[in-house]
């Protein structure tokens, strides 16, 4: 792919972008300079709030003005300076020249609007062509993303397709009428792993087909080697490396993107598995799970099996990873474990006594199964100062109130915020800072099994890395079993001692760490191991995947 | 306090000018019998005086010769009196009901949902007026009609709230901590359902001071209290000779009402954080 010779598709210059007065910088994005040429991929890597987005909203002129705004540079689009076109320009170029994916496909799409209405729209804003010729490219792009059965898929309507398809059927909007340049944003991050891999390998093939220059937007170094040829660091909407992308993946210049792609997870397990324990924290045997739903009176409800015939054991001092994409019951699993969701049949053994269901299952716990969730903004109470939010739950098992703020001041500590954090309200932590306060929650319980759902997939990868390690660290001091569920394998190995693979409610697979990743037993073990995006040599295409 | 539920608030001007008003009436209400010049009441001047034609008597008298500006002052205390009293009466039930529903859910939400939708299939003025005729006009048996009729859309509101709230992760988190279940409904939920209760508070103190003069203009308001719907009724008979009988009190009536819901507005922009930095 030596295209050098070919002028860009995208040339941005010196753009800098103006945030409004109180923001925490004064320029979102700070003389950025980047260029993409036909056929290739530039890749805008940063962590969230580095500006990368709004590069991207900025070529599409899509920034929230008057507030958020260019000031400075151009953007020259086929030479053309898109800062300077009116809005009707802008309009004329948009869907036709150049086409954009957005980060979440589940809202992306209008559900009350047929997938061939919605594609057939960006024909009927720009060209004009017959019904039936419409139809006709409609399904030949529906084919051409490898969606399957088009003549029926285009009159379905998007609550039909899965996450994967609908991004799809997004790549497929943006591409109908072949612009010269796509603009990705993020269009993996809310994918499963293997749907990711399907997805990045979808565009890479139909860039090499039409010749698009695409603008790939990602947090991800391990995206970043499987489809970049060039690749631009950002931090703090300023570009501190840019380069070709074994180049920057290889050698990495600037400490800050020597410091992201140490961050990533390299799936190494960390450490060896504890000697001897004896005792069994957690015993779970044939843990049976079904969601049943629109149960009326007239109709017969639908169930799911989130849970079947699910058993593993877990010692003091011990983690076990629940591995699994979105849907396999992982969860299901982790919110029977504590105590918040009933199950239907099988055992859960806590230090050897069988706990019952609902409420007394949580009584007869007493606090000491702990769990720390996915979302650390919806985690904590807003209203609620952090030293009560981690006083809370010690005082209500009969702690004195003086004893349970003083250790919630040292937990905070601990977990390596100031002691001065307990006076103040979540609103003012970040991301990361409230996943800490959440585990000093947990830990204030001083719990002997610890649940940590997804803990670290909202968070940045540098912010990731400093979590996990929290957690390793707490693990090791309080000698705490944890079940670490996470849909990344790289976290998987990294975190845990045993590890168990997830697909449609039942264990396919269960064992020492470095043995299921060595030596995976179970074909769906293997695809994930397959779809892991890697720093190394870019994966061939695997024909043995199916389309999602 | 320059915090920014203020900001946001004084931000919408509608409300500040509500609040304005809003607070004169206050005034006016805490401090009428000092205020006031006469015993709304008394026979103190000819009738249908027109005003500004008599010292002392600004808007002049009624058909009785009673001064009407008393009578306003004395007609804005029970006005509020009502609309606060019943709101509070209202929200206690409204919100011990709804939370329970939310919280709890299956079938001790539907059992109060539908005991709820009881109320809310017969129209609340017929149902008042029944309430008030029954138990005879009082400012008690008022209060209670108007908060009877007036709970159900809080307990639908506060069951949706605590539908949804309960689902968040902090509540799951103090559930696994050991906290009890009045506990986390009250120091866990309920103030994070604050905000569109507030709102809904202000709007429903306005709709109960309708209501108040609604009944009092049919005549069923309580006999011993001046109050703005009474004067109004009063007046009707002979609105095309004196016009000034029936207007007073009911510009009085619109711009508290109006007021009111002003303030409402303000209160929904001040509460709403999602609407900071929208215009910085």
Known sequence: MSVNSTQPVLAIVDLSISLPAGADRARAVERASLSVRPGQTLCVVGESGSGKSMIANAVMGLLPRPHVAPVNGQILFEGTDLLTLTEAQMRELRGRRIGMVFQEPMTALNPVMRIGEQIGEVFDAHVNVPAAEKRRRILAALADVGLPEPELLIDSYPFRLSGGQRQRVMIACALVLEPVLLICDEPTT???????????????????????????????????????????????????????????????????????????PHGQAQRATPADETLRVLQVQDLCKTYRSGNGLFKRGRSTQAAKDISFELKRGETLGLVGESGSGKSSVGRCLVGLAPFDSGRILFKGRNLSQGAAFRKEAAGKI??????????????????????????????GKAEAMARAVELLKLVGLGADAAE???????????????????????????????????????????????????????????????????????????????????????????????????????????????????PQHDPTMAVA | MKSPFWRRFTRNKGAVAGMAVLLLVVVV??????????DPWGMVQQPFLHPWTEPGFALGTDTLGRDILSGMIYGARISLLIGAVSTVVALLIGITLGAIAG???????????????????????????????????SVGSIVTAIAIVSWPPVARLVRSEFLTLRQRDFVQAALLAGQSTPRIILTQILPNAMSPIIVMASLMVATAILLESS?????????????????????????????????????????????????????SDGLNTRLDGRTK
């Open chain 1, 190 to 264: 809310a994918l499963d792993v293997t749907t990711q891999a399907q997805i990045l390998r979808l565009i890479r093939e139909l860039q090499q087909r039409r010749g698009t220059a695409v603008l790939f937007i990602t947090h991800d170094f391990g995206v970043v080697s499987e489809i970049a040829d060039h690749v631009v660091v950002m931090q703090t909407g300023q570009v501190v490396e840019a380069g070709p992308a074994r180049h920057v993946l290889d050698a990495p210049q600037h400490p800050y993107t020597r410091k992201l792609i140490a961050a990533i």
């Open chain 1, 370 to 399: 702990q769990m720390v969730f996915q979302d650390p903004y919806a985690s904590l109470n807003p209203r609620h100062r952090v030293g009560a939010a981690i006083a809370g739950g010690p005082i209500a098992q009969g702690v």
């Open chain 1, 424 to 538: 103040r309200y979540p609103h003012e932590f970040s991301g990361g800072q409230r996943q800490r306060i959440a585990i000093a929650r947990a830990l204030a319980m001083q719990p002997e099994l610890l649940v940590a759902d997804e803990p670290v997939s909202a968070l940045d990868v540098s912010v990731q890395a400093q979590v996990l390690a929290l957690f390793a660290q707490v693990r090791e001091q309080f000698q705490l079993a944890m079940v670490f569920i996470t849909h990344d394998l790289r976290v998987a190995g990294q975190m845990c001692d045993h590890i168990a693979v997830m697909q449609r409610g039942e264990l396919v697979e269960y064992g020492a760490t470095q043995q299921v990743l060595r030596d995976p037993q179970h074909a769906y073990t293997r695809q994930l191991i397959a779809a892991v995006p890697r720093l190394t040599q870019p």
């Open chain 2, 29 to 38: 209400a805490l401090l009428g019998p000092w205020i006031a010049t006469n």
């Open chain 2, 103 to 137: 919280y709890f859910g299956g079938l001790v939400d539907s059992a109060l949902m539908r005991f709820t939708e009881i109320f809310q299939a017969v129209p609340s003025f017929a149902l008042a007026i029944v309430l008030v005729a029954i138990f005879q006009p």
């Open chain 2, 215 to 267: 009944l009092s203009f049919l005549g069923l308001g309580d006999p011993n209290q001046m109050s703005w719907g009474y004067m109004v009724g009063s007046a009707r008979t002979v609105l095309r000779q004196a016009w000034w009988m029936a207007l007073f009190p009911g510009l009085a009536i619109v711009l508290t009402v109006l007021a009111l819901n002003l303030v409402g507005e303000g209160l």
